[in-house]
């Protein structure tokens, strides 16, 4: 519990079958943490039995996607506050307490990984996903008017009950451009948000979306059309 506010810490695994036990272990160490949600989203065979033997709470989608997972698991939260990570070994569980801090003054805190100093040996950000994610986040800043933007991947975000239960109707992207979309919902109901840098480790496993510089950028590509169809959209309504 953070100032008699409960943190809900929210997983969804596909292919991290040997990196989620630690990871688990590692945010449930964090005292602020009361609970820790898996989405199972039809995850590498074994990754049930890993989330068995720690204390998260595991539950199932069917829907294939990064953000099928994430909206599910968000969700299932109980908390006040809902922190969102993955469970690949590239984020720091004990960064959790840096978005906690930034919670006191605001209600979603957005993590990135782009800062260089915090990007760390073997983690794969190579310049080009590294500008390439800027490019994208200052558009989608400039776009919707939101606040300083360097990174529209970074999974690990803050949320605070009451913003997520005013956009939860809203979330609908399933895929992998679902944290521009959540992005998008956070700013366009002009919900008072920052970013902070996060630390950014080498991934332990393969990802389905950005384990290439041409994933990277066909991933990136999608998500400017969403920012800009979301914006050309909300403009005609």
């Not at 957005?110 to 260089?116: D, F, I, N, P, Q």
């Not at 990174?151 to 944290?179: M, P, Q």
Request: hydrophobic letters at 35%.
């Amino acid at each position: 519990m953070y100032k008699h506010q409960t943190v809900s810490v929210v997983l969804p695994t596909f292919n991290e079958e040997k990196s989620i036990r630690k990871v688990i272990e590692d945010f449930i160490t964090v005292p602020y943490v009361d609970e820790v949600i898996v989405v199972n989203n039809n995850a590498s065979p074994g990754t049930r039995i890993e989330v068995a033997q720690t204390r998260a709470r595991q539950v199932f989608e069917s829907r294939q996607g990064y953000g099928y997972a994430l909206i599910r698991g968000m969700a299932e939260s109980k908390g006040d506050i809902i922190v969102t990570c993955e469970p690949d070994g590239t984020f720091e569980p004990k960064d959790v307490i840096k978005l906690l801090a930034y919670s006191d003054n605001f209600d979603v805190v957005l993590g990135t990984r782009t800062s260089k100093s915090c990007i760390e040996n073997g983690a794969y950000m190579p310049w080009p996903i590294r500008i390439g994610n800027i490019i994208v986040a200052k558009y989608l800043e400039y776009l919707y008017s939101g606040p300083s933007l360097t990174d529209v991947g970074c999974t690990f975000k803050l949320v605070k009950r009451e913003v997520y239960e005013k956009i939860r109707n809203s979330l609908r992207t399933g895929d992998g451009r679902f944290s521009p979309h959540l992005m998008i919902k956070i700013i366009s109901n002009r919900v008072p948000c920052i970013e902070i840098p996060v630390q950014f480790k080498k991934r332990i496993g393969e990802s389905g979306y950005t384990g290439s510089i041409w994933k990277a950028a066909k991933l990136g590509f999608k998500m400017v059309l969403l920012i800009t169809v979301q914006k050309f959209k909300k403009s005609f309504h």
